[in-house]
């Protein structure tokens, strides 16, 4: 690398950026704030069935279906 433009910026190895969680003690917080297709979506992950799921969230298996392809869609997937 050649002609490279000097810079203002002054480097320090010690300044390291913080890292912090919502809220560390309840990591369901996150979960609980999803919107449902997407508590739909990790869930069947977790578990590979809509009945499962649909028993979670108290809904029919078969919503189950439409919470998945909403998701998708919510995702920027159009054709689905």
Known sequence: MRN??????RYDSKDI???ETA??????QAFESLPKCCKA???YLKYRSYRKVGDILDCTFQNVGAL???HLKHLGFRNV
């Open 4 to 9: 490279i433009p000097a810079t203002t910026i």
């Open 17 to 19: 950026a913080r890292f």
């Open 23 to 28: 809220n560390p003690a309840n990591p369901n």
């Open 41 to 43: 979506s990790v869930l």
């Open 68 to 70: 998945l392809d909403k």
